[in-house]
């Protein structure tokens, strides 16, 4: 039975992920399609239905496609730029509720939701938790994985730290994004991207027009790009409900095998390569495994060899020998520190269909200690402000005091735990959610 899979999509941050994410998963099944038909591949993220908008069955043509999607925002620009651009297709009115109740029963097996915001402002922080919570009451048996985009610049700290409560709460897994590092991939990869394809380019033009001079390929937009790292992880998050491999992954056994302590759910999240380019040369395996546990690859600003790791997915696309992968995973064990009870905490998802641009990749999510350098960041930078109250009566018009305290307390509980995993020199193996061997 196909497993199907819900994007929400939140605020303007959402939003703008969302357009790079249907974009990538369209040229992903148009790529990969063997004919037009309407397979349980397509189904994880699409409808298809008729002219009456009646959906059909599967192994039928497609006749027009429908994105399993909610589009929600306080205000209408960024939802009408999507309807409005190439991708308003895959959206039909009903889609732009902030519940389901609208669209009837489009999924048989539903299997997990994907809620994509931004913890900084009012719409993805509040809003977009407030769904959460929502998700939570009335799909309970469904798992609910959430891209936080962290926004630690002051005056956004009360948005981020009243979020990260309410995520430690209703989420099953946070992949947590910083715009910070994201800036840092673009600042290194495309200056390494544009001097190679600069002395590409001479040396064309050199043999072809000898004197003439190259010029710089045209950049593509920051967000855009931003976006598309962000969106090029739930498509590899994703790849092996949607497509066949020999050690497929489901995203239930993310939650079983990553998450050993409740609430403790926050993955570190990094993809090797980057970039798709052809004027650069394929990374060799080895090289990607190093890549993905580089500060410069996190999707957050920490370093994955500082901390210790609760558990590992190391999941990948390709042409990928499993031999391959375990004499990475051997090295690795060397350079990572693992908990002393969970030394072979790496669970391993291969999916034979590559990404587009890509031979092979690597998604990495590791639920790492590291992680608590980015809350004590979060939290220094909301006291400086709410030891003097700043800000504070923006929000007391719609809730208590002490729902700042109680931020206050889930950060500090955070790090705690986090802290204490780390600093353990031995652990007694947890009853009933020790990871799963590696195969």
Known sequence: MPRELITIQVGQCGNQIGRQFWKMALDEHAHHAKNATFDESMSTFFRNVDK????LPLHKSITSLRARAILVDMEEGPVSETLKGPLGEL??????????SGSGNNWDSLQSFFVMHSMGGGTGSGLGTYILGLL?????EAFRFTTGQLHLMTMWTDDSMLALRELTLHADCVLPIENEALFDMLEVESDVFASVAYCVSCLQKQASQPGAAATRPKKESAFDQMNSIVARTLTHLTSSMRFDGSLNVDLNEIT????????LHYLLSSVAPLWADK??????ISQMFSDAFQRDHQLIKTNPK???ML?????????VQVSDIQANIQRLRAELRMIPWNEDGFKVGLCSVPALGHPVSLLSLSNNSCIVDTFERMHTRFLKLYKRKAHVHH??????????DDAVENVQWLVAEYRKLNDTSSLDIPAASRPKPLF
Not at 52 to 55: I, V
Not at 91 to 100: P, R
Not at 136 to 140: N, R
Not at 395 to 404: K, N
Request: hydrophobic share 35%; net charge negative.
């Open 395 to 404: 929000y007391l018009a719609y809730m208590d005091m002490s729902a700042f």
């Open 311 to 319: 558990a590992c997915g190391l999941l990948l696309r390709g042409n």
């Open 91 to 100: 959206f039909d009115s009903s889609q732009f509720l902030t519940d389901v």
């Open 52 to 55: 009456r908008g009646h959906e």
């Open 256 to 263: 079983t095998n990553l998450v050993p302590f409740p609430k």
């Open 136 to 140: 939570e009451d009335h799909y309970p």
């Open 306 to 308: 500082g901390g210790i």
């Open 279 to 284: 004027v650069m040369q394929p990374r060799r």
